[in-house]
């Protein structure tokens, strides 16, 4: 155990817990979530706080910044500049504390504490006994605590909490480029001067905490893997694997030999296992997961080993059990479906002399996933297999990166699931949990992904950093394997990544690296692993370039790990987070400095960077008067500028497979309202470029690879027009792919078309005419039938007459540039809004007991409708819609479903939702 962590008169002293261990939930655990009482001081107290001492209540699991605010101590701190109010709070020493009641019921049983979170140092106390002190703020403590608390009476449990930096704040390094840093914490959760909301470090009891009483004989860390799926698809064979607790070992028993100072490589004894007279059943039962009726059930009755007869006294472990399960006509776990997936219900019993024991249920999805060699070239030595087989068939993977759900874990089931049914809503089949300022996600996570049909891609602790070594060996193996032990049972995880841009090769992580792999070849070795997200074949671009280079630079990248742009919030988050002027004056934002000028909106920046705010600008700059604007343009023409990056990025990899074999966008949501690279914001909103990338994502996805984007006058426009083949997907008979050009006015001025075929590829030209120069023109390509669009992409050109000189077009076009600044113009949605009006006739229909609603959308005027926008009027309701920010023909109409993902206090009303194109 640390050193560090301060021991009142040694009254901890042998009690610390760095247990590798899990203890799994069971369905009668006593959660103590709820209310409970806190306090803090700017010091370690001479003596410690007693429940009655704290004088303020908090509702856990959350930070203790939430705490602060429901406690009425502080005002919110995600509002203007607030945060500034919680900086020192990192800095005092906080105390919890609540009664609980040990069931009389329950005597005879071990009891055990189990905490999922506590940041980051902890101590324990149980009426006034010291019983655990702890470090590693993403799981544990886990301590028996039998004989602490007293049966059929009101217990006391009060928890004393550290931060990470305690005591550390002045020296501690925030790239740990020399390896000083001890604690083990995502570098973009610490307080830091890199960033401007960097006024955090996670404090508090954070996630779940509970109490376990198990029977002497129990089943401990179950799981199932798939095996195997017959090729016909009516067989699979799915393994169950346990652990089967007599008290010969101890439940939080270390790894076998983990400790010692030699290893016994042979038992002296011999490996012959011996049986005591002592008998067990296992009874497997599973349901299906439509009809509810029970596919399979086992007894099986098991001798019981002698654990002495084969590990010999000094490290005993407990029984194992494995045993192979038949399901016909198995239904399989489908990440590759819009649908939600298949998920039986398993169910684990024990029973000793006829009686049940302890029962532990399980989801089981039965699926296969693995990766084999994509077809590009190997580039390098080290070079990992990217092409991922789902189920048996080769998949294209449409990934999204993950940070977590709110910067002070304000976390809940319902937050979870509004926003993981957006993600599933674009089309996406794979979520990467980044370990940058992540973390191992709680159970309401892994449960919904299981539940929808998103398979995980785990990073573990590393990330961004050039030096691991100051991290003590043994907390890392104990958070690891407690980790890697719940979620192992989630056939929702995919794949183990060892971390986030990271060198796993060097002096510095090799030891953190390896502790992390040989864990989870221990413990899961059916899952793939990847030593490092940026390694082997994975790249991740933030290029400032215009968006066709995509295209063109990586045609032989087998992976897309990471690749996004900045773009502001969504204007209803900003005016919930950002008061004063700002968001209703006229303004000059032309310029970082401008920018930040008004210090609540200078808070909300993820990355005030120099190099990084005037490429956000350079590209709003393109759309809107960055000089005569406001907020909400700026919102706007930043989530444009992005929308258009992503289409671009997305469909460039997507039509690169089998050679690029998947893409994860760069980033789904911040973790706390900022202007940063984001596809939904931190309140979860949907923006421009979400719908974007779940146009790229979407079945028969129609894409046009244009020559360019920026064009000098009376230029050729050269383009390709496809369906993108790896989204196929039941097209129509008599489908037709269209591509279309519309002039600045929005007048029709070149057509194209041909009936769909299987391989086909439209392409043409269209020479630009003079009168096009200083303005944006519009590309729709549309595959369509009997007028209603079944699929399409908006592209928006633009021409420039500094490009007139063909000199200054070949410079530019000569490799990656940093984007253009259009200081006047022309400006695309200035352009738009001054554009020939389009005018929508709109039907709402709601279906009353689940809120789904369906939008019938007509353009009843002879002008194109652009970027046609649904939305609903109370901020209060987050819709996930199957498609918006749509193009709309003269005459022609379409449907767009959805159904809520947040829903108001107010009843859900038809005539709030609105359609409206930029230019009606």
């Known amino acids: 155990m640390a050193d560090f962590i301060p021991v009142a008169e040694g009254e901890f002293k042998g009690k610390d817990d760095l247990n590798v261990c899990y203890v799994d939930r069971r369905e009668d655990a006593q959660y103590l979530n709820g209310e409970w009482k806190f306090d803090y001081f700017d010091d370690i107290p001479s003596k410690r706080p007693s429940l009655r001492n704290l004088k303020y209540k908090a509702t856990l699991p959350s930070s203790m910044y939430m705490n602060m605010y429901e406690a009425g101590l502080l005002p919110h701190p995600y509002v203007d500049s607030n945060s500034r109010l919680y900086n020192k709070l990192d800095e005092k020493v906080w105390y919890y504390g609540r009664k609980f009641y040990a069931d009389g019921s329950k005597k005879g049983k071990k009891a055990y504490l189990c905490a999922d979170g506590i940041a980051y140092y902890c101590k324990v106390w149980i009426n006034g006994e010291p019983v655990v002190c702890h470090e590693g703020m993403f799981a544990g403590p886990n301590a028996e605590i039998t004989d602490f608390i007293r049966f059929g009476e009101e217990n006391e449990i009060v928890v004393e909490v550290l931060a990470a930096n305690y005591g550390t704040k002045e020296t501690r390094s925030f790239w740990n480029n020399e390896g000083i840093n001890r604690e083990i914490v995502p570098w973009n959760i610490m307080h830091d001067s890199a960033t401007s909301n960097g006024d955090f470090t996670i404090v508090g009891i954070w996630n779940d905490i509970r109490i376990e009483y198990l029977d002497k004989y129990h089943i401990a860390r179950p799981y199932f893997t ?54 067990v059943t296992v009874r497997v039962s599973i ?55 298949s998920v039986y219900k398993a169910r684990v019993d024990l029973l000793h002399e006829g009686k049940v024991c302890d029962t532990q249920s399980l989801n089981l999805g039965i699926r296969t996933i693995a990766a084999e060699p994509a077809e590009g070239r190997k580039f390098r030595s080290s070079w990992n297999d990217w092409q991922f087989v789902i189920n048996g068939k080769k998949e294209f993977i449409k990934g999204m990166n993950w940070t977590p759900i709110d910067f002070l874990y304000d976390i809940s089931p319902e937050k979870y699931r509004m926003n993981l049914e957006l993600i599933k809503n674009q089309g996406v089949n794979m979520v990467r949990v980044w370990s940058g300022g992540g973390m191992p996600e709680t159970e309401a996570f892994y449960d919904t992904c299981d539940e929808l049909g998103l398979m995980v891609w785990q990073d573990h602790f590393p990330a961004n950093t050039v030096s691991t070594k100051g991290w003590p060996m043994d907390v890392l193996e104990s958070q690891e394997a407690l980790n890697i032990y719940r979620m192992r049972k989630h056939p929702s995880l995919a794949l183990h990544c060892g971390g986030n841009e990271i060198n796993p090769y060097t002096e510095g992580n090799a030891m953190a690296i390896l502790t992390v792999a040989r864990l989870a070849k221990l413990l899961d070795p059916a899952r793939i692993f990847h030593q490092a997200a940026l390694d082997m074949g994975s790249a991740h671009v933030y290029n400032d370039m215009e968006p066709v280079w995509f295209g063109k630079l990586f045609k032989d990248l087998p992976f897309l790990g990471e690749s996004g742009i ?87 990899m997507r039509s690169n497979y089998p050679v690029t074999t998947g893409a994860f966008p760069w980033v789904y949501k911040r973790p706390w309202p900022t202007i940063g690279i984001q596809i939904s914001d931190g309140y979860g909103r949907p923006l421009i470029q979400y719908y974007a990338v779940q146009n790229a994502f979407s079945d028969n996805a129609v894409m046009m690879e244009l020559s360019q984007v920026t064009f000098g006058p009376c230029e050729r426009l050269e383009y390709k027009a496809q369906i993108i083949k790896n989204s196929i997907k039941n097209i129509p008979s008599g489908a037709v792919l269209k591509v279309m050009i519309f002039s600045p006015k929005l007048e029709k001025v ?37 007028g209603r669009a079944i699929s399409q992409c908006l592209y928006t050109p633009k021409v420039i007459s500094a490009f007139a000189s063909k000199k200054a077009r070949d410079e530019f076009r000569s490799g990656p540039k940093e984007n253009l600044y259009f200081d006047k113009g022309p400006w695309m949605i200035d352009q738009l809004l001054n554009s020939p009006k389009a005018s929508l006739r709109k039907r709402t229909e709601v279906t009353e007991d689940s809120g789904e609603v369906e939008i019938s959308v007509k353009n009843v005027s002879d002008v194109p409708a652009i970027f046609t926008k649904i939305s609903y009027d109370d901020p209060d309701y987050i819709f996930a819609l199957d498609k918006n920010y749509f193009t709309l023909l003269p005459g022609q109409s379409i449907r767009v479903k959805g159904k809520p993902v947040k829903k108001g206090k107010r009843k859900m009303r038809t005539d709030k939702f609105s359609a409206k194109a930029l230019n009606s």
């Not at 067989?235 to 076998?256: K, M, S, W």
């Not at 773009?567 to 930040?596: A, H, M, Q, Y």
């Not at 393109?622 to 444009?640: G, H, M, R, Y």
Request: aromatic content about 10%; proline content about 5%.
């Open 287 to 341: 349901e299906d997961p439509k009809s509810g009726e029970e596919v399979f059930r086992s007894e099986e009755v098991v001798k019981l080993l002698d654990a002495s007869s084969f590990v010999g006294n000094k490290y005993p472990e407990s029984q194992f059990y494995e045993r192979d399960i038949e399901i016909r006509d198995p239904k399989i776990w489908d990440p590759m479906s819009r649908e939600k997936a």
């Open 750 to 786: 070149y057509e194209k078309e041909e009936k769909w075929h299987e391989n086909m590829l439209l392409s043409g030209d269209f020479d630009i005419p003079e009168d096009f120069t200083d303005k944006f023109f519009f590309a729709l390509v549309e595959l369509e039938k009997g």
């Open 226 to 279: 798939t095996k195997s799926v017959s090729k016909d698809g009516k067989n699979a064979t799915v393994r169950l694997e346990a652990e089967i607790c007599d008290g010969q070992a101890p439940e939080l028993h270390e790894f076998y030999g983990k400790h010692a100072s030699t290893f016994d490589l042979t038992p002296l004894g011999g490996l012959s296992a011996k049986y005591r007279e002592d008998y």
């Open 566 to 652: 900045h773009s502001f919030p969504s204007i209803e988050t900003l005016r919930e987070v950002v008061t004063g002027k700002i968001l209703s004056e006229k303004l000059d934002l032309s310029s970082p400095e401008n920018l930040g000028a008004d210090p609540g909106l200078l808070n909300h920046f993820s990355e005030f960077i120099p190099s990084r705010v005037p490429r956000m600008l350079s590209r709003a700059s393109q759309l809107t008067d960055l000089k005569n604007t406001t907020v909400e343009k700026i919102s706007l023409a930043t989530q444009f500028a992005s929308a258009e990056y992503y289409t671009f990025m997305l469909q460039a």
